[in-house]
């Protein structure tokens, strides 16, 4: 309790004596009628009772904090909610990264995908090194300019803590600044979607042959060795020739543009899938004598463009489409028909984007263009009949935390309860689908309505496009937009 200055008394302020005390009479000419200068604050002896820690009663005072809770709504900017005023930027907290990183290139890239490398699995050590292939898109009146660029990123350095006289003597380099080099291969149209396959060595003391399918806006599949391009990095005055630069094959199955592409994780040689806007899906593998074949018969099914394809991560022959008529289809390639074993309707709009999940293989995401992404557990889907609709069964999960549409989906590489999410109202998320729905710890958010528990983290990236984890750095994500993002947060 505070204390307060004694007021002068009309005696001049001399204290009392120990053992002295003024006559009644005296008492009573100085104060004349006493007062109780607390009487109407407490009557009685049941008011100071009912009275809250703040003088109020308990019930006022949880009244009026409820509705501060709920006013917090119109307090808090919520990245991808609120939008900003003129004049205003967002910066990011730094202390809840441990490394950030932006780097440009010279026209944007819709499309990336990471190249694993001989640097070691599981890295923790900095600075990060890492390489990647991208495909730009350039103005419509300079498509002349765009490239496949083939990119290594290094010096990506942890970020300045404040640090113990005994780490101090820590390497100098991890404070080194960020450096993107590149090598291009001239290219006429923009790229919608690269994917990046790598078929080991016969010789060990060989890098792995680095390939990569890019699927252009003309409708073409581009499919190009990029491995000299790679070990140009590390071997100084390395010159890529003209027929390095060239494509080793180019299909033309496909009548339209197309966005989805992806190679077979289990078929070294290299199977790749390609799907366009007519909704038909293309199989090509690779040949024995290094020649690429396309099977003529394209899968056929879906009503509206194929905006994604996976194959399976466990079962060679199974990989599964989705598309703009809002359903995701499972197929067989041994089917004689190619029509999908599986097929269910996942959304009402478009469904942009899939990821398959590597450690848990029943599990699948999906990503729509209304904003909600969901994860399917595909047990509990049925096999086609030939008279049926496609099925609507219930997701395992269902998010609509984002107003845009959801651009990209992953899974962690190594932990099933963590996904990675792009949307267009220019964040990255990362969610914890470990958090318990009946968790009443997990449900705080801070008063902050219609913010998932399962929300992690909210990363601001301007026209985020396409994210991907980095298989060997563990936590770390790499996302391209207006520019690329390479951060790590301390949560993940």
């Given at each position: 309790m505070s204390k307060r200055p004694a007021e002068e008394q009309e005696n001049g302020g001399v204290s009392l004596k120990g053992g002295e005390r003024p006559g009644q009479g005296e008492l009573e000419d100085e104060l004349g009628e006493f007062e109780d200068e607390f009487e109407d604050e407490y009557e009685s002896e049941d008011e100071i009772l009912e009275a809250g820690v703040d003088g109020r009663p308990d019930a006022e005072r949880e009244a009026e904090e409820k509705t501060e809770a709920m006013d917090v709504d119109q307090q808090t900017f919520i990245v991808g909610r609120n939008k900003l005023e003129p004049g205003q930027t967002l910066s990011p907290d730094l202390s809840t990264y441990e490394m950030l990183h932006a780097l440009s290139t010279p026209w944007p890239c819709l499309s990336f995908d990471i190249?694993?490398?001989?640097?070691?699995?599981?890295?923790?050590?900095?600075?990060?090194?890492?390489?990647?292939?991208?495909?730009?898109?350039?103005?419509?009146?300079r498509e002349k300019e765009n490239q496949l660029m083939v990119m290594k990123f290094s010096g990506l350095s942890r970020m300045e803590r404040e640090q113990d006289d005994e780490d101090s003597s820590d390497d100098e380099d991890e404070d080194a600044d960020p450096i993107l080099e590149s090598t291009s291969i001239p290219l006429t149209s923009t790229t919608n979607r690269i994917r990046a396959h790598q078929t080991p060595s016969s010789n060990s003391s060989q890098p792995p042959t680095t390939l990569t399918a890019s699927m252009m806006e003309s409708g073409q599949v581009l499919i190009h060795d990029v491995t000299p391009h790679l070990a140009s990095f590390d071997t100084p005055g390395t010159v890529i020739t003209p027929q390095q630069n060239k494509a080793i094959s180019t299909l033309r199955m496909h009548k339209t543009e197309g966005y989805a592409v992806d190679w077979s994780p289990l078929v070294s040689t290299g199977k790749l899938l390609t799907g366009d806007n007519n909704g038909g899906i293309y199989v090509t593998t690779r040949t024995a004598g290094e020649g690429w074949a396309t099977d003529s018969r394209p899968f056929t099914g879906h009503e509206g463009s194929v905006e994604e394809l996976q194959w399976s991560p466990s079962e060679r022959n199974v990989f599964a489409s989705a598309s703009s008529d809002g359903t995701i289809k499972v197929w067989d390639v041994r089917s004689k028909s190619r029509k999908a074993a599986l097929s269910i309707q996942v959304s009402n709009t478009d469904v942009n984007v899939m990821s398959w999940s590597h450690q848990t293989t029943h599990l699948l995401a999906s990503g729509a263009d209304d904003g909600v992404w969901a994860v399917w557990d595909l047990r509990q889907w049925k096999p086609n009949t030939s008279s049926s609709a496609p099925s609507k069964p219930t997701p395992v999960a269902s998010f609509n935390f984002h107003k845009?549409?959801?651009?990209?989906?992953?899974?962690?590489?190594?932990?099933?309860?963590?996904?990675?999410?792009?949307?267009?109202?220019?964040?990255?998320?990362?969610w914890?689908?470990?958090?318990?729905?009946?968790?009443?710890?997990?449900?705080?958010?801070?008063?902050?309505?219609?913010?998932?528990?399962?929300?992690?983290?909210?990363?601001?990236?301007?026209?985020?496009?396409e994210l991907h984890f980095h298989p060997q750095i563990p936590g770390c994500l790499v996302g391209t937009g207006e520019a690329f993002n390479v951060f790590k947060t301390i949560s993940v």
């Open positions: 190249v694993k490398d001989s640097l070691g699995d599981n890295r923790k050590t900095y600075p990060a090194t890492m390489y990647a292939v991208a495909g730009t898109q350039a103005d419509r009146k845009e549409q959801i651009t990209s989906v992953e899974w962690h590489p190594t932990d099933d309860s963590i996904v990675a999410v792009a949307a267009g109202d220019d964040t990255l998320t990362l914890d689908l470990a958090v318990e729905l009946d968790d009443e710890e997990s449900k705080d958010t801070g008063g902050v309505n219609e913010v998932p528990p399962q929300l992690l983290f909210v990363h601001y990236m301007e026209k985020a496009k």
